[in-house]
């Protein structure tokens, strides 16, 4: 009896130990089943000669999400964002519209230039559906890919701003012109992520006086939108 009640000590350590790892487990199901149950959707595009010659933009049903955009000889380098809700939204209902890509045809089957090869992905419950077009007449897909190029051309501009300041600083008049011109013509999705970066130029004395000015005009323009 004493030897199997020491057996059973000693046993006692890695029965502690199974139980704490079982314990751990349980809080991260909740989280797993989540994670299973995410939306993604991703849309790139690809055209030798543009700026950018390859844009790759993910975005999840919780709006987090990453951008590329690149030379096409380059190496991958795609960088963290996080879209709105109301954006994260927008997207995803016209994909729905879409059939969430499932069978669809968005190719116009026209003659037209080569205007990019541009790919549509959607992933959730279980399905992977791609669809690949060069120009399209359906007008729900384009106010999809119209909103992807939106989200894209905020990221770029933080891209063009973060290296003006790093590299070249008189260059951010005319990157930040460009934004006001964008701001105006309704062609940013979530400007607003451009905030941390434009407070940086507002704030840092060694910048242009006409750099910190169209700064300061453009955050106070996104006050007054949100």
Not at 14 to 43: D, H, I, M, V
Not at 56 to 71: H, Q
Request: contains cysteine; charged residues 25%.
């Amino acid at each position: 009896m004493e030897i199997c009640r020491q057996r059973f000590r000693s046993f006692l350590p890695f029965l502690a130990l199974l139980a704490a790892a079982w314990l751990a487990a349980f809080p991260l199901l909740p989280r797993a089943q989540e994670a299973g149950k995410l939306r993604k959707l991703s849309f790139s595009k690809t055209l030798k000669g543009s700026v950018p010659e390859y844009m790759l933009i993910t975005v999840d049903s919780n709006g987090s999400g990453s951008y590329d955009g690149r030379k096409l000889d380059d190496p991958p380098n795609p960088r963290a964002m996080q879209v709105s809700p109301a954006t994260t939204r927008q997207l995803f209902e016209l994909c729905g519209e879409l059939n969430n890509l499932r069978s669809v045809d968005l190719e116009s089957h026209r003659k037209v230039a080569n205007l990019g090869l541009k790919i549509l992905t959607y992933q959730g419950g279980g399905q992977v559906n791609r669809v690949e077009f060069n120009f399209t007449q359906n007008r729900v897909a384009d106010e999809l890919v119209d909103l992807f190029e939106k989200i894209a051309s905020v990221e770029q501009h933080i891209s063009s701003l973060e290296y003006a300041i790093k590299y070249d600083p008189l260059g951010l008049p005319r990157e930040l012109l460009q934004i006001q011109i964008d701001f105006q013509n309704n062609a940013l999705a979530d400007p607003e992520q451009m905030v941390p970066t434009l407070e940086k130029i507002v704030r840092n004395p060694r910048f242009l006086h006409l750099a910190q000015a169209r700064a300061q005009n453009i955050l106070r323009r996104l006050q007054v939108n949100n």
